[in-house]
């Protein structure tokens, strides 16, 4: 009988080093933000700020002004692609990877079938494209205008049927760091000045995927994109990807020169805002969540920015000026504390508000109290 295939063996702790290498959170890198967002295939951005905190985390000498200043100058946008989810996205990356996962949208418009009775989706997608091309509309506009045409339809799987079924961006200054804008959308290609362009091709994004999130599952990938039936590309790839197991026995792919490093590398303490795709592009999030940390992101339905200790989720966090407050879940020694200080300062100098300049003051205990 034919002995079971396997391959060489990560670790948690390796997974957790790699992951963090590849996500420039082991060392700040000396990358433009242009060339970060693009390397990260965006950020999430749910919110106006978590883009911000997130490239702050990852490159030497970032700040504000960078990434708004590709915002206004249309060389990243803000963008429904990955989850169902706004990410900030290159100029490139808005025109080909949202192709690459309308499929995935095209099922979201059928969970609202019912509210779309008698709707001709295409009839819609059209009237759309030219209501908000003739100017920016807000959700609530694009709303009203479809219900002239479809009166008996619901009117929010109106809205999620064009949000959908259009590549729809918000404009500046909606995303700009110390600006603030009703969110008012019109299609990717009229905001850009450039026409549709073909999906990006499915090899690419996941050697894409696996330089900014590896070494990584078949299911890892699926679950960042929100898409299902990648098992081909990666098979198609396999001669040129190295294999790798986890202690599950779980297969996980990488690009053969892509950094692991040693699992004893120092990791330093690291603030991520509410959102970040560190906790969100891997079906198996063990490699940075551990069990006890497990569930503690989320109040309700509300999220918390996160801190990560030793490489892994450790904490919470807020900021008000220049006071930031620091709630560990588990007992910290005096050196990390004094490296979770000495990040908050730099966190605070970078991106503190209405501070004015005030030095930073970190406090540990509850967020809450």
């Not at 990807?241 to 303490?269: K, S």
Request: charged share 25%.
């Amino acid at each position: 009988m034919a002995s079971r295939t396997t391959h060489p063996v990560l670790d948690t702790r390796a997974l957790n080093r790699a992951t963090l290498a590849r996500q420039l959170l082991l060392t700040r890198a000396e990358m433009s933000a242009l060339d970060a967002v693009g390397y990260l295939l965006g950020l999430q951005a749910q919110n106006v700020k978590p883009p911000y905190f997130q490239l702050h985390a990852r490159l030497a000498g970032f700040r504000p002004t960078e990434l708004a200043g590709l915002m206004e100058s249309r060389e990243a946008v803000r963008i429904v692609t990955m989850r169902s989810t706004i990410h900030t996205h290159t100029a490139y990356d808005a025109l080909t990877l949202r192709p690459l996962v309308q499929p995935a949208r095209d099922r979201e418009v059928a969970y609202f079938r019912t509210g779309l009775v008698g709707v001709d989706l295409d009839a819609l997608a059209a009237r759309s494209r030219e209501f908000v091309e003739a100017e920016p509309r807000t959700m609530g506009e694009i709303r009203a205008e479809l219900l002239t045409h479809w009166p008996d339809a619901d009117p929010q799987s109106l809205a999620v049927a064009a949000r959908c079924l259009l590549p729809l961006v918000q404009v500046t200054p909606r995303g700009v760091w110390g600006r603030s804008g009703q969110v008012r959308l019109t299609t990717v290609e009229s905001w850009l000045g450039k026409p549709a362009a073909p999906a990006q091709p499915v090899d690419e994004a996941v050697r894409r995927y696996l330089a900014a999130f590896g070494p990584a599952s078949v299911k890892d990938m699926q679950l960042w994109a929100g898409q299902t039936r990648l098992k081909p590309a990666f098979e198609r790839l396999r001669p040129e990807l190295a294999v790798f197991q986890d202690e599950n026995g779980v297969e996980l792919f990488d690009l053969p020169d892509a950094p692991r490093p040693d699992p004893g590398t120092p990791a330093p303490p690291r603030f991520l805002p509410e959102f970040d795709n560190l906790l969100l592009s891997h079906a198996d999030r063990s490699r940075v969540v551990t069990p006890e940390a497990k569930g503690r992101t989320w109040t309700g339905n509300q999220a918390h920015r996160t801190l990560l200790v030793d490489g892994f989720l450790a904490g919470l966090w807020t900021m008000d000026g220049s006071a930031v407050t620091v709630e560990l879940f588990r007992k910290a020694s005096a050196t990390e504390k004094k490296a979770v200080t000495a990040e908050a300062e730099l966190l605070v100098a970078a991106l503190g508000e209405g501070a004015g300049g005030a030095a930073a003051s970190v406090r540990f205990g509850s967020i809450h109290g």
